[in-house]
């Protein structure tokens, strides 16, 4: 079962949609389908790049398109009921046990609350799903009445994650428009999201750095 097929599946298809739209009622920013497709072929672009099989790789974009469905249960603890999603899924799909092992641990583990990178698929997941930072997640109308997180979401007019050539260096680089939101704003909601980012970057044997207008801020 490839990505691919993960991606055309009805079921798989309206979980996304459902969980996206109770948020939307919420108030939060998008969390369907452009964005964890954004996630997904990060995190497969992450292990790749690294030297993974083609296999991890694609176990990567899965859970990548996966790992947001628990939202359809609740915002609380969404990571550990979406692994309990994904679980029923894939095995209904026919996965092998430990492939379904390395997905679902990995998406019961993004979330920065309560995460640890434990292996390199969910390492690969956290650093491609914080890492999702746009204009366009933003979905209030109304820049007059936008919170901290449509603020800083809508001042990043540009968005990068790439590994260098060496392999020894993951890099998040920003472009922020600093008239809508200030750095302090970012740190302020994303400084325990980057913080996993780093312990994930290490799990990978990378270092990762946090770039913001062409300043190293981490």
């Not at 899924?89 to 998406?107: H, R, V, Y």
């Not at 428009?177 to 990378?206: N, P, Q, W």
């Amino acid at each position: 079962m490839t990505y691919e097929q993960i991606k055309q599946n009805e079921d798989i298809q309206t979980y996304i949609a459902e969980a996206d739209a109770s948020l939307l009622s919420l108030g939060f920013t998008e969390h369907s389908f452009a964005h964890v497709t954004l996630v997904a072929e990060k995190a497969g672009y992450i292990l790749a790049a690294l030297g993974y099989s083609d296999r991890d790789a694609e176990l990567a974009r899965i859970a990548g398109y996966l790992h947001d469905i628990g939202n359809l249960v609740n915002r609380i603890e969404h990571s550990q009921s979406g692994a309990v999603m994904a679980f029923r899924i894939l095995d209904k799909l026919g996965f092998p046990s430990a492939e379904i092992a390395k997905i679902t641990t990995a998406i019961g583990n993004h979330d920065e609350g309560t995460g640890v990178p434990v292996n390199p698929v969910a390492a690969a997941l956290i650093l491609a799903d914080k890492s999702d930072v746009r204009r366009t997640r933003v979905r209030n109308a109304d820049i007059s009445t936008f919170d901290i997180h449509d603020r800083v979401n809508y001042s990043v007019l540009s968005s990068e994650l790439k590994i260098n050539e060496a392999r020894t260096l993951i890099k998040l680089k920003l472009r922020v428009d600093t008239h809508i939101s200030s750095v302090m704003d970012y740190f302020e909601i994303f400084l325990d999201r980057m913080i996993l980012c780093r312990k994930a970057a290490e799990k990978l044997g990378l270092q990762f750095k946090l770039m913001i207008n062409e300043q190293q801020l981490m």
